[in-house]
């Protein structure tokens, strides 16, 4: 449920109805808009006397949310959410583009990649230090040797680094080094894994499942926001589909109609989205002019030798070619890049 305050409502007014929310063992979310201010209420509302409240001084209305995901909602937050992490902000005019290796193979490779990634204007620095492979004798990552080289990646560049968390008790281990902590296809559903990021101090890149809904991926974004975690970034990165000449169907619709529903950033992976190097462009294009908010991309100093996802992974130079072609559709759509 939500409470829409009148225009002129007093700090006053907001403090007794959040107040009077608390009392119903609910909890309060402001939002101040620019014509009013909505106070989101979270909790079990069944205890929440709608009447009451519309009584109350400085309140328009209360609407209830239909939906069942509240606050990923667009209806509770009707203001697109804009987090600032390590100096990048996500979510605002802005398209941020995240990219690096697959996986975190050796300090030179790692390095290497994260200067030239940096040099073609790049804002945040991608790398699995724990992969989630498909076969169990395949890399399975470097664990945190690999997230220690992240670490001075991001001393080294000034980059912030995205990596992958798999399970609730590496997330501590995990927080400490990574800006922002990614959550695979495969977890996506992983509800022990999204509880407990729902209480770390780190945003969350949460990856669509690669057999699920958009509805299913803003109910496990909920699980993140409900335990306290208010900074989620959606990413596309393609569903599984009868079409075999791509590695996954890159679902574009996602990208518009996520951003109706939700008011939290909306990003798009075309690596894994399409699995072949050739198309990430293009995909890339297209995502920007659809209004993505940001791209992770991967990158790797010699795709042919990569220890995961060669096959899909821009050498630098194809990188920096794809950045610069990424401008020209920003400023078509008013953004920056
Ligand atoms: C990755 O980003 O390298 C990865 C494993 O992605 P996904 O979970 O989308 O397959
Ligand atoms: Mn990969």
Redesign the pocket.
Known sequence: MIIVMKHNATGEHIYRVTEQIEKWGCKASISKGKECTIIGVIGDVRMVDRERIELMDGVERTVKILRPFKLASREFHPLDSVFRINGVSIGGNQVIVMAGP??VESREQLLETAYAVKMAGAHAL?G?AY??RSSPYSFQGLGEKGLQILAEARQETGLPIVT?VMDPQMVPLVSDYADIL??????MQNYALLSSLGTAKKPVLL??G?MSTMEELLMAAEYILSNGNERVIL?E??IRTFEPYTRNTLDINAVPMLKQLSHLPVIV?P??GTGRWELVEPISRATVAAGADGL?I?VHPRPEEAL??GAQSLKPERFASLMKSLKVIAQAVDRTI
């Open positions: 697959c996986a991608r699995g992969k989630p992958e990614q959550v695979g296809t495969r977890n990856k669509r690669l990413c990165r393609g992976d690596s894994h992770i991967e995961s996802d």
